[in-house]
């Protein structure tokens, strides 16, 4: 942790951020790899870059390699690459390691892109076969009793919580009215246009209890990309510079089986969050806004308490009264969430962040941003975290 600390705080920034349109209906009619090509492009232009400066990237988990991208892109100098496989914690667990990638003189700029024809080709259901959800224990021990897609996995850990803290389903309503609230006014978000009351949310079909069709992510058609900087190149580019602070992961154990652990309610980013915090010399009280990766409602709230914006069990109270909504104490997935805007894996969020502490939000723009983190969550708990900031830390 010291090591990370040393090397990584404050001497990477992301400097560049990308987006293709996200869509469903008839999808975006395009392979998966020219949704990641048309977001790095996007992300290199957007730093100011050009290809030929790029000389990391770190491979998305949903296919599209290092070499189909350097070669599409006309990447002449790379010098870095890899890739993460930690399911919906990937896009910022590969944001940390392109921070120490810069930080440490790996490399100068790294391209970072995540995307998916998540809505016209992949199904949860075909996950397995493509190595994005978990692996054996899914397989061999869950999809066998009839738990065969990720709502009945997750469900599991929300009625869990229920039964040992009370947890109301208006909570969870709660988050997916804010973030659907905050999709009204995002542009590129998938549900503008169709607001939500929490009676919409009440009246929604159970999909696998207690998680109804609101609870749910979308499955999108999209990508998106950044690009990371060493701190001292990043002065000289014209987009303004993010700062990270901290950042880290997290494992739980077993990794893929939650129902065998000690503690149930234990998932990485408990481990996570705190080294992260310590690394930028921050705590949560000083966070302006979250971006909480939201597959389902309840792994927000999970992330909420796990990050230590309040301890186990009193999310529900924490939320409560528009805490989580713009203007509220701690306003949380501005731009909609996977729930609202898209399910681009988590890059998104990264993406809405930046916009957040550039002061480019437009109407969801949190007053006078200054320092805010995002989150992943993947498989059964895998977590990741990072504090970003504005100013350099």
Not at 73 to 94: E, M, P, Q, W, Y
Request: include cysteine; charged fraction near 20%.
């Amino acid at each position: 942790m010291a090591s990370a600390a040393t090397t990584l705080r404050g001497r990477a920034c992301v400097t560049g951020i990308g987006t293709t349109e996200y869509t469903r209906g008839k999808g975006s009619m395009v392979s998966n790899l020219l949704l990641l090509l048309r977001a790095s492009v996007a992300a290199i232009n957007d730093a100011g870059l050009l290809p030929t400066e790029i000389d990391g990237i770190i491979a998305p988990i949903t296919g599209g390699s290092v070499r189909e991208l350097a070669a599409n892109l006309g990447t002449t100098d790379l010098r870095f690459s890899g890739k993460i496989d930690n399911g919906g914690a990937s896009a910022v667990s590969a944001l940390r390691m392109a921070g120490l990638a810069v930080a440490t003189g790996a490399a100068r700029h790294v391209l970072v892109p995540v995307g998916w024809n998540g809505y016209s080709s992949f199904r949860a259901r075909e996950a397995e076969e493509l190595g994005i959800l978990p692996g054996a224990v899914a397989r061999d021990y869950y999809m066998p009793t009839g738990a065969t897609a990720p709502p009945q996995w997750f469900a599991m850990l929300a009625r869990r919580h229920m039964h040992d803290y009370a947890l109301r389903s208006e909570a969870l309503g709660e988050i997916a009215v804010a973030f659907r609230a905050h999709a009204q006014l995002n542009p590129q978000a998938v549900m503008r246009g169709k607001p939500m009351t929490l009676d919409d949310y009440l009246a929604a079909p159970i999909i696998s209890d207690p998680y109804r069709l609101l609870d749910c992510s979308l499955e999108t058609d999209g990508a998106a990309a950044i690009v990371v900087s060493a701190r001292e190149r990043a002065e000289d580019l014209p987009s303004r510079p993010v700062h990270i602070a901290g950042a880290a992961e997290g494992h739980p154990f077993p990794a893929d089986c939650y129902l065998n652990r000690s503690d149930t309610h234990h998932i990485g980013l408990h481990t996570a969050a705190p080294e992260a915090f310590a690394m930028a010399e921050l705590t949560p009280k000083d966070v302006d806004f979250a971006e909480i990766y939201d597959c389902f409602t309840f792994e927000a709230l999970q992330q909420i308490e796990a990050a230590g914006f309040c301890p186990a069990g009193e999310g529900q109270d924490f939320i409560a009264d528009g805490a989580i909504r713009l203007g509220g104490a701690l306003p949380v997935n501005t731009h909609g969430g996977l729930l609202s805007e898209a399910h681009i894996l988590g890059m998104n969020h990264i993406v809405e962040a930046i916009r957040q502490l550039r002061g480019d939000a437009g109407d969801r723009q949190v007053d006078d941003a200054q320092v805010g983190i995002v989150t992943g969550f993947g498989d059964f708990g895998e977590g990741s975290i990072a504090v970003l900031t504005r100013s350099a830390p």
